[in-house]
């Protein structure tokens, strides 16, 4: 299973930008998907995450400026990032709770490899 993250840069503040995940391989079905942040000297944070209903959660740093969606049919997860801050410069990572197989009780947690986003003036 890989989960390959997208669509990260440059933009100025107050700019947007759109990620996207998309995990391929020996799927069953995947469960949460989940996209975290980190900077240097930092634990990874949680950024947003959405059950396979697309109940959505955000972290109170992104709510109201963040919208996390995903495509069961493509095993993608999209982040769309508007009103960008200084503060959201972070490497952004994708994860997904993936069962590979059926009856399996709990899916196993995969993550992508990051994509940068600056936002600087």
């Known amino acids: 299973v890989q989960l390959q993250a997208s669509g990260g840069g440059s933009v100025q503040p107050g700019g947007s930008l759109r990620l996207s995940c998309a995990a391929s391989?020996?799927?069953?079905?995947?469960?949460?998907m989940t996209w975290y942040r980190q900077t240097p000297g930092k634990q990874r944070e949680l950024v947003a995450s959405?059950?396979?209903?697309?109940?959505?959660l955000y972290a109170d740093p992104v709510k109201g400026r963040f919208t996390i969606s995903r495509d069961n049919a493509k095993n993608t997860v999209y982040l769309q990032m508007n009103s960008l801050k200084p503060e959201d410069t972070a490497v952004y990572y994708c994860?997904?709770?993936?069962?590979?197989?059926?009856?399996?009780?709990?899916?196993?947690?995969?993550w992508g490899k990051g994509t940068q986003v600056t936002v600087s003036s």
């Open positions: 994860n997904g709770q993936i069962k590979t197989m059926p009856g399996a009780m709990h899916g196993m947690h995969y």
């Open positions: 391989g020996r799927i069953f079905s995947i469960d949460a």
């Open positions: 959405i059950t396979r209903r697309s109940t959505p």
